[in-house]
């Protein structure tokens, strides 16, 4: 093996993937060199090579401990601890400090403990020796602190190491564990979309709620939600919840303003709500079939400010004071940052909209901790405060919106969706430099969809970032995106296991290894905690042994109607789903149901030149016609096919009893839980985003025909629940 492959092999590139066509495909030399380099570790020339494998190899021998380790409850813990040859007659003392404060220590000689290996680095002799034992039995699930000092005879002075221990259960929380029967039904819904008679443009939390309400009247069980995911406020064109600043902070222009109790404290945001030309700009914004995202920030930002400038002239023992402040100390640094970098991309976009990207910024800005940041952040103190109210804000609402729908009745409540990675010009990446990587974005390699591949334009995490900081920003951001929701649906759940990345210097892409097995234990750690759900999707190429480990650790797997397919071709019977599935019939990647019948994302397709040429239009078109013939098969199997269909033709026109039909047939599987998109539950033909497109389509901008108040009493709605409901009461 060369250097450069043993470098590659120590941080996680693997050395080749087969395609979705069985073809196996080699990382380059090149690809391998500059993923290194994106992960910090240079390999450009034989010195850089040498140097950065050196540091690699050597870096579990130099200090004493690892820096975190990840064990079943239960578990006896072993582990490896590095020292200097030579002190077999050295005390060793060890401290298990639980996370509740709770002390363990023992003591021995260096030298009982078994030597496991030897080396020589830089001329010093280095040993490995063994440590074993089992925790004590009623040490309980969490994070704790393991310490070593040892003290070597006839000298001054001690050699000290630590590390953080997380101990974790198997599995998740499940469905069955929430709901008696363990299955139940939901509706999906993007947030923005919602309408009512009071939004700003927008669809907001006050909405949420008062959907939350209506599903439990419904008689469902959890709300499914788009990712709510901080974008970025200076610059209200950045749209894509999949693309986000920072994946542990909210999006604020789901703040509903007029919810906002200081607003009844503020005559001049009032009177500014009540002049005409607001009035006007709120009744347009309000009438239009897309979300007019720039027009939406221009009417809140200015009253959020106003709120803002209110809420601080408030007494330090005012009730919403001590909140805020509690939400300050709760959320700790991670906001503090987040905040600052608000102000700071707000303070160079407005000043120079081509510094969009902080990598662009002078460089004493692109260091979050530098003296500069520091005087920028004492200077503008009112505005970063500004920012952290936003969020506090944003969370009360969302946890109002939670609790109504609890107090209806939703015995989970709502699913938030986790982003796969972050923008690499957002917060996360500016406040995390050493986790999120800048020299590679996350993608997805060639296949039929995507003949080139995908290149998503997100900074993924790095491997050996997450384990040197002992996955800490990783279990800050699960706690963050499982806060006020009862499950989380994690997007491209593969990700936990291994990620294509694609290098910036324009190599081909590879696949780079993750802690598999750490990670889904922190997961279940979490959602044990948070008494949350949580659902992997994991829809396209999916590792060998990755969706048995996903049901092992509780994750409920994410299957879809469209892609749930026989040997032949035509689509699975109900009781061939798993039961530990989430199952639905579309998502907002896909055609809604009535647009897949009436081939509405076949003409967005022809219509933006999106085929090669005519003949992949054609058989698009085919394949979807023998679609349709093979769902009515499928219905009339399970005597769900409409009576107005007399054959199984596929040419009959799309009707609401087909619909019902397509639904019932997905609900009477055994998954646990059956999603009905809200676009399908209102009769909506388009779909919420077409991939492979940004501008040519109003991808997350759709808003839905029916508002939020009238939903309860529509009868499609109403109809659509009572046939899920029906299969699964």
Same mark, same amino acid.
């Given at each position: 093996?060369?250097?450069?492959?043993?470098?590659?092999?120590?941080?996680?590139?693997?050395?080749?993937?087969?395609?979705?066509?069985?073809?196996?495909?080699?990382?380059?030399?090149?690809? *391998?060199?500059?993923?290194?380099?994106?992960?910090? =570790?240079?390999?450009?020339?034989?010195?850089?090579?040498?140097?950065?494998? &050196?540091?690699?190899?050597?870096?579990?021998?130099?200090?004493?401990?690892?820096?975190?380790?990840?064990?079943?409850?239960?578990?006896?813990?072993?582990?490896?601890?590095?020292?200097?040859?030579?002190?077999?007659?050295?005390?060793?003392?060890?401290?298990?400090?639980?996370?509740?404060?709770?002390?363990?220590?023992?003591?021995?000689?260096?030298?009982?403990?078994?030597?496991?290996?030897?080396?020589?680095?830089?001329? +010093?002799?280095?040993?490995?020796?063994?440590?074993?034992?089992?925790?004590?039995?009623?040490?309980?699930?969490?994070?704790?602190?393991?310490?070593?000092?040892?003290? /070597?005879?006839?000298?001054?002075?001690?050699?000290?190491?630590?590390?953080?221990?997380?101990?974790?259960?198997?599995?998740?929380?499940?469905?069955?564990?929430?709901?008696?029967?363990?299955?139940? %039904?939901?509706?999906?819904?993007?947030?923005?979309?919602? *309408?009512?008679?009071?939004?700003?443009?927008?669809?907001?939390?006050?909405?949420?709620? #008062?959907?939350?309400?209506?599903?439990?009247?419904?008689?469902?069980?959890?709300?499914?939600?788009?990712?709510?995911?901080?974008?970025?406020?200076?610059?209200?064109? &950045?749209?894509? /919840?999949?693309?986000?600043?920072?994946?542990?902070?909210?999006?604020? !222009?789901?703040?509903?303003?007029?919810?906002?109790?200081?607003?009844?404290?503020?005559?001049?945001?009032?009177?500014?709500?009540?002049?005409?030309?607001?009035?006007?700009?709120?009744?347009?914004?309000?009438?239009?079939?897309?979300?007019?995202?720039?027009? +939406?920030?221009?009417?809140?930002?200015?009253?959020?400010?106003?709120?803002?400038?209110?809420?601080?002239?408030?007494?330090?023992?005012?009730?919403?004071?001590?909140?805020?402040?509690?939400?300050?100390?709760?959320?700790?640094?991670?906001?503090?940052?987040?905040?600052?970098?608000?102000?700071?991309?707000?303070?160079?976009?407005?000043?120079?909209?081509?510094?969009?990207?902080?990598?662009?910024?002078?460089?004493?800005?692109?260091?979050?901790?530098?003296?500069?940041?520091?005087?920028?952040?004492?200077?503008?103190?009112?505005? +970063?405060?500004?920012?952290?109210?936003?969020?506090?804000?944003?969370?009360?609402?969302?946890?109002?919106?939670?609790?109504?729908?609890?107090?209806?009745?939703?015995?989970?409540?709502?699913?938030?969706?986790?982003?796969?990675?972050?923008?690499?010009?957002?917060?996360?990446? %500016?406040?995390?430099?050493?986790?999120?990587?800048?020299?590679?974005?996350?993608?997805?390699?060639?296949?039929?969809?995507?003949? *080139?591949?995908?290149?998503?334009? !997100?900074?993924?995490?790095?491997?050996?970032?997450?384990?040197?900081?002992?996955?800490?920003?990783?279990?800050?951001?699960?706690?963050?995106?499982?806060?006020?929701?009862?499950?989380?649906?994690?997007?491209?759940?593969?990700?936990?296991?291994?990620?294509?990345?694609?290098?910036?210097?324009?190599?081909?892409?590879? =696949?780079?290894?993750?802690?598999?097995?750490?990670?889904?234990?922190?997961?279940?750690?979490?959602?044990?905690?948070?008494?949350?759900?949580?659902?992997?999707?994991?829809?396209?190429?999916?590792?060998?042994?990755?969706?048995?480990?996903?049901?092992?650790?509780?994750?409920?797997?994410?299957?879809?109607?469209?892609?749930?397919?026989?040997?032949?071709?035509?689509? *699975?019977?109900? $009781?061939?789903?798993?039961?530990?599935?989430?199952?639905?019939?579309?998502?907002?990647?896909?055609?809604?149901?009535?647009?897949? %019948?009436?081939?509405?994302?076949?003409? %967005?397709?022809?219509?933006?030149?999106?085929?090669?040429?005519?003949?992949?239009?054609?058989?698009?078109?085919?394949?979807?016609?023998?679609?349709?013939?093979?769902?009515?098969?499928?219905? $009339?199997?399970?005597?769900?096919?409409?009576?107005?269909?007399?054959?199984?033709?596929?040419?009959?026109?799309?009707?609401?009893?087909?619909?019902?039909?397509?639904? #019932?047939?997905?609900?009477?599987?055994?998954?646990?839980?059956?999603?009905?998109?809200?676009?399908?539950?209102?009769?909506?033909?388009?779909?919420?985003?077409?991939?492979?497109?940004?501008?040519?389509?109003?991808?997350?901008?759709?808003?839905?025909?029916?508002?939020?108040?009238?939903?309860?009493?529509?009868? #499609?709605?109403?109809?659509?629940?009572?046939?899920?409901?029906?299969?699964?009461?």
């Amino acid at each position: 093996m060369s250097d450069l492959d043993r470098l590659a092999e120590r941080l996680g590139i693997e050395p080749f993937y087969h395609d979705i066509w069985g073809n196996r495909r080699e990382t380059s030399d090149a690809t *391998k060199r500059a993923l290194s380099a994106a992960m910090g =570790y240079p390999a450009g020339s034989g010195e850089e090579l040498a140097a950065s494998l &050196h540091a690699v190899e050597d870096r579990a021998w130099r200090r004493m401990l690892p820096p975190v380790l990840v064990i079943d409850e239960g578990a006896p813990l072993s582990l490896a601890l590095a020292v200097p040859a030579g002190l077999e007659d050295a005390e060793l003392t060890w401290t298990l400090t639980e996370e509740g404060g709770l002390a363990h220590r023992a003591s021995l000689r260096v030298g009982n403990l078994p030597l496991a290996e030897q080396r020589v680095l830089d001329g +010093v002799a280095y040993e490995r020796r063994m440590v074993s034992t089992r925790l004590p039995p009623t040490l309980p699930l969490g994070y704790h602190r393991l310490s070593v000092v040892i003290r /070597p005879q006839g000298m001054d002075g001690t050699l000290e190491g630590g590390t953080v221990l997380i101990v974790a259960p198997q599995r998740c929380l499940t469905v069955e564990d929430v709901v008696p029967g363990g299955r139940t %039904w939901g509706i999906g819904l993007q947030l923005y979309a919602l *309408k009512s008679g009071d939004d700003w443009g927008i669809g907001d939390f006050d909405d949420l709620g #008062r959907f939350a309400e209506t599903a439990a009247g419904l008689g469902a069980g959890l709300v499914g939600l788009n990712p709510l995911h901080a974008l970025f406020p200076a610059d209200p064109n &950045h749209i894509g /919840p999949y693309s986000p600043s920072s994946r542990t902070f909210l999006n604020i !222009l789901y703040i509903d303003v007029e919810r906002v109790p200081e607003l009844a404290a503020t005559p001049q945001a009032q009177a500014l709500i009540a002049s005409e030309e607001f009035r006007q700009r709120l009744a347009a914004a309000r009438a239009t079939e897309l979300v007019d995202y720039p027009a +939406v920030s221009a009417l809140k930002m200015p009253v959020l400010e106003a709120l803002h400038a209110t809420f601080r002239a408030l007494g330090e023992s005012d009730a919403r004071r001590e909140a805020f402040e509690t939400f300050r100390r709760e959320m700790g640094e991670p906001l503090r940052r987040h905040a600052v970098f608000e102000a700071l991309h707000e303070h160079f976009y407005r000043r120079d909209p081509s510094q969009w990207m902080w990598r662009s910024w002078p460089p004493a800005f692109q260091i979050p901790d530098s003296p500069e940041v520091q005087a920028f952040t004492a200077e503008q103190a009112e505005r +970063v405060e500004f920012f952290e109210y936003l969020q506090w804000e944003a969370d009360r609402q969302l946890g109002t919106a939670a609790e109504r729908g609890r107090l209806a009745g939703l015995p989970i409540g709502f699913y938030r969706d986790l982003a796969v990675a972050a923008h690499p010009g957002g917060a996360a990446a %500016w406040g995390e430099s050493d986790i999120l990587v800048q020299g590679a974005n996350v993608g997805a390699p060639p296949d039929q969809f995507n003949m *080139k591949g995908q290149n998503w334009g !997100l900074a993924p995490l790095s491997p050996v970032g997450l384990r040197e900081s002992a996955y800490g920003s990783f279990i800050a951001m699960l706690r963050a995106n499982m806060r006020h929701a009862g499950a989380l649906r994690i997007d491209h759940v593969m990700a936990l296991q291994h990620l294509f990345w694609i290098p910036a210097d324009g190599s081909d892409g590879a =696949y780079v290894e993750y802690p598999f097995e750490d990670l889904l234990r922190i997961i279940a750690l979490e959602s044990r905690r948070n008494r949350c759900i949580v659902i992997g999707e994991d829809l396209g190429t999916v590792p060998e042994g990755f969706r048995p480990a996903l049901e092992r650790a509780g994750i409920l797997s994410y299957r879809v109607l469209y892609f749930e397919r026989s040997a032949d071709g035509g689509f *699975k019977a109900p $009781e061939e789903y798993p039961a530990g599935a989430m199952v639905t019939v579309t998502t907002h990647d896909l055609a809604t149901f009535k647009g897949f %019948w009436t081939n509405r994302d076949l003409d %967005w397709r022809a219509r933006l030149d999106l085929y090669p040429d005519e003949a992949a239009r054609n058989k698009d078109v085919w394949d979807r016609g023998v679609d349709r013939w093979w769902m009515l098969q499928a219905l $009339e199997r399970e005597g769900l096919r409409p009576v107005r269909y007399p054959n199984n033709e596929g040419s009959q026109p799309f009707s609401r009893e087909l619909m019902e039909a397509v639904h #019932r047939y997905l609900a009477r599987s055994p998954g646990r839980i059956a999603m009905v998109q809200i676009e399908d539950a209102v009769g909506e033909v388009e779909q919420p985003n077409l991939p492979g497109t940004v501008d040519q389509h109003p991808n997350w901008r759709r808003r839905l025909g029916v508002p939020v108040e009238a939903m309860a009493d529509d009868e #499609r709605v109403r109809r659509l629940a009572e046939a899920v409901r029906g299969e699964r009461p």
